[in-house]
């Protein structure tokens, strides 16, 4: 071949390469929508909607870490088949259109706003569930917030230990969600002095005997066995029944490592949702295939 034909094979090469492309592109991309989102991999789709309600930090290192809680739990319940969101405001009633269970880690959440308290009415009405961990509880109106999860916690009183030995009793082993349980210590905090929703009453799951702390001598709840785990069941006049399960502890972030408290939490939150307790346990995802 001459070398004036040689100079022309790129520009023939690059014609051919051309055509091809154009000949199978519309047969690609004809079921191909531009404007659709794309999939989350690894996301279950068919599974409960969870809203992670956090809180910006509030106490030292290893403590409260609520921003912690949002990276770290919408990573586990992504992979134990829940569809997820969250933020650091109060969900708004668009927010919570579509969600079964809010889940709250933060310092006070019974401080609201009129808005904000009827976004929440309006979820516990239509039968949303709610789980709290630690002082989610604390607020200026406690029995408002134990109409909500069977408790609340009086803000400003000595009602609390500070960090110290938590010992569990574990009162109804025979409860799905308390499945695998035992009687055992954390290093953590707990509350006592707590006002408790009266009619229905909240089912106790676990208790505590308050450790000798000078908080718990100054607010005078040395000695006493308060319940720190337990759900609550209820319908607002009008409504749907709803439930709620509480865990006290979580002063300690790491606890939420703890794996009976991590099994303990998901069947939690299964149930507070209406959904089987074991669903978000044994969830197994999908092998995942190429891209």
């Not at 789709?45 to 910006?56: E, I, P």
């Not at 409260?64 to 969250?86: C, E, M, R």
């Not at 709840?221 to 409504?239: A, D």
Request: glycine share 10%; proline share 7%.
């Amino acid at each position: 071949m001459s070398k004036s034909a040689l100079k022309w094979l790129p520009a023939v090469a690059a014609v051919m390469a051309s055509l091809a492309f154009s000949s199978s592109a519309p047969a690609q991309q004809e079921n191909f929508d531009p404007t659709a989102k794309p999939r989350i991999p690894g996301q279950n789709l068919a599974g409960m909607h969870v809203y992670l309600r956090a809180g910006l930090k509030t106490h030292g290192p290893g403590e409260h870490d609520y921003p912690q809680f949002l990276a770290d739990w919408s990573n586990i319940l992504t992979k134990h088949g829940a569809v997820v969101d969250g933020s650091f405001h109060a969900p708004t009633a668009a927010e919570l259109e579509n969600v079964d269970v809010i889940v709250m880690y933060k310092g006070d959440a019974g401080y609201m706003t009129p808005t904000e308290k009827a976004a929440l009415d309006a979820f516990v009405k239509r039968g949303g569930g709610i789980v709290t961990i630690h002082d989610v509880l604390c607020g200026p109106d406690p029995e408002q917030f134990a109409g909500y999860v069977g408790g609340g916690k009086k803000h400003g009183q000595v009602n609390y230990t500070l960090g110290t030995a938590v010992p569990y009793k574990i009162t109804d082993p025979n409860s799905p969600i308390m499945k695998g349980m035992s009687d055992f210590t954390l290093y953590d905090e707990s509350f006592y002095g707590m006002t408790w929703a009266k009619n229905p009453e909240i089912h106790v799951l676990a208790t505590t005997v308050i450790s000798d702390t000078p908080a718990a001598r100054k607010g005078g709840g040395v000695g006493q066995t308060v319940p720190q785990i337990w759900t609550y069941e209820h319908t607002v006049s009008g409504g749907k029944p709803a439930r709620a399960f509480v865990w006290m502890q979580g002063h300690t972030y790491a606890n939420l490592q703890n794996y009976q408290i991590e099994n303990m939490l998901l069947r939690g939150i299964a149930w507070a949702g209406h959904r089987p307790v074991d669903e978000l346990v044994d969830y197994k995802q999908p092998e995942r295939r190429g891209n």
